[in-house]
């Protein structure tokens, strides 16, 4: 009943839309082994312990309960205020939804489910950023001639940016009017993206820096 079909046309908004919960559940879970395969690849910059990496992998894939949930809960209530809000005329229209009791009963029921799981991606990309940053810190010794593992984390910085992006993206290639009542989301979730991908490389560029000042310094 989702998927309305009119004059031989599929409109493809409203099986993205329910394909969104399971992308944001999913994309967690995903990033979470890119994050792992990441520091693996750092782990040469770190004089720590085995001890001291488990830490550090335990934190970078795990997300504490309480702010979690404190995110789901506000995406939840934004996602259902956003669905009262739109009026229900551009639901049928532009989001192509079917004009029935199930179904409208239905996307109220799924739009606080698919922003509470946009809620807690957004904090696992906040949290991965913060351990990541202190990762950085923890760097004792950088070998000018092999970079290639201090750039470990761009992997994971660049498929979070595309993962945060892809669907917001989707959604407003699908439905154009979305630009004409939510271009501050719009723009909100490009800065997210734009700054997921540039912060750990702004970190590793730092470590550089430092390391050439460093070398400049004892050759002179």
Do not use: C
């Amino acid at each position: 009943r989702q998927l309305l079909i009119q004059s031989g046309q599929v409109y493809a908004f409203p099986l993205v839309y329910v394909l969104t919960l399971v992308y944001v559940l999913a994309l967690p879970h995903y990033l979470d082994r890119v994050a792992a395969q990441a520091l693996k690849r750092f782990q040469p910059q770190l004089a720590i312990s085995d001890a001291e990496y488990e830490d550090l992998l335990y934190r970078l894939t795990t997300l504490p309960m309480r702010p979690t949930l404190i995110a789901a809960f506000l995406g939840a209530l934004f996602g259902l205020s956003t669905i009262q809000w739109i009026p229900f005329a551009n639901q049928l229209q532009d989001f192509h939804f079917t004009n029935t009791a199930l179904s409208i009963h239905f996307n109220h029921a799924l739009a606080p489910l698919i922003w509470g799981g946009l809620g807690a991606v957004l904090y696992h990309t906040l949290h991965q950023l913060r351990v990541v940053q202190q990762i950085y810190r923890r760097v004792t010794t950088i070998n000018l001639y092999k970079l290639r593992p201090l750039y470990a984390f761009s992997t994971l910085s660049a498929q979070t940016a595309i993962g945060i992006g892809f669907i917001y993206y989707l959604w407003y290639l699908l439905v154009p009017m979305l630009f004409d009542i939510g271009i501050s989301g719009f723009a909100l979730f490009t800065v997210i993206s734009l700054l997921t991908f540039a912060r750990p490389l702004w970190g590793a560029h730092q470590l550089l820096v430092d390391e050439k000042d460093a070398k400049l310094s004892e050759n002179g």
